[in-house]
């Protein structure tokens, strides 16, 4: 069975503008920071549509269209807002100029978390934003207050990149395959097909998570990502007293207190480990 997962949570919002897109290759600038990120949806414009021949359905016509990107995010600085919808801002004054826009393309980044604790990494390549809309409203007693909503439309590079044939729209990275070399520095620079190279392929293991709190008497299951991927592994409890773990990485939790869980594997005669901190909470009252 596949393993099952749910997004849930998403941070590191950034963009970059795209300063050349054309047949001969495709750059970008400085990678900026946008804003704070509370919810981030992507749906994509694509049709299917049978064509008949003989009084059957013979073939399907396919098309694949923009991608609209909802960013809900907190309040956007005076000057990001200016660079990103392809306005004025005044660094002398503070002063955010609305006016007729000048066009412009950049490319986005951020990263989304799995219900597993693994993380995933975004780069969107090339598209548009919109001029967002903005709510103020009276003060009162409670907390509320207005962040901002952008649209960001996303749109297939003309560049043909090497690694696919193709142009692209975005790039996306597990990184708990551990397969990526740009991982530390994904965010730093737009990354495309063609800048993503494979990293050296040194035996490891990674707990998932890599802290987690269980009840006495309750479980929770540890997942070990592996190179080699069919490496044997082996499981142990610091503190079986506070927490046990079988050989499939079910921790269960005993007694109030904490166990460092330890994943092992051999290679070519050495170990590699990697630990899960585990809390088992006080039981109330």
């Not at 991927?229 to 409890?237: F, I, K, P």
Request: glycine share 8%; with cysteine; net charge negative.
């Amino acid at each position: 069975m596949s393993k099952i997962f749910e997004y849930r949570g998403v941070e590191g919002l950034v963009y970059a503008e795209v300063t050349k897109d054309d047949k001969t290759g495709i750059t970008f600038g400085e990678v900026k920071p946008l804003a704070g990120v509370a919810e981030i949806s992507k749906s994509t414009d694509s049709t299917s549509e049978a064509h008949y021949y003989d009084n059957i359905a013979a073939i399907v016509i396919t098309s694949t269209g923009a991608d609209t990107v909802t960013i809900s995010a907190s309040g956007i600085p005076f000057d990001v807002l200016a660079d990103i919808t392809g306005q004025t801002y005044d660094q002398n004054t503070g002063t955010y100029i609305e006016e007729e826009r000048t066009p412009k393309y950049f490319a986005i980044g951020y990263q989304t978390k799995k219900t597993d604790g693994s993380v995933v990494f975004v780069w969107r390549l090339k598209g548009s934003f919109n001029i967002p809309d903005q709510t103020s409203a009276t003060e009162n007693e409670g907390t509320d207050a207005n962040g901002q909503e952008l649209t960001f439309t996303g749109i297939s590079t003309i560049y043909k990149f090497n690694k696919n044939g193709k142009p692209a729209k975005a790039v996306n990275v597990d990184t708990s395959l551990q397969k990526c070399a740009q991982i530390p520095t994904f965010f730093d620079t737009v990354q495309t097909p063609d800048t993503i190279t494979e990293a050296s392929q040194v035996p490891s293991v990674s707990v998932v998570p890599s802290n987690a709190a269980v009840a006495v008497g309750d479980t929770i299951q540890l997942q070990a990502v592996t190179y080699p991927a069919n490496a044997a592994v082996t499981w142990t409890s610091s503190a079986t007293t506070y927490a046990t773990v079988d050989s499939d990485g079910l921790v269960e939790g005993k007694a109030a207190g904490s166990s460092t869980i330890t994943a092992s594997i051999t290679v070519d005669g050495t170990n590699y480990t990697d630990t899960c901190t585990i809390t088992v909470p006080t039981p109330s009252a």
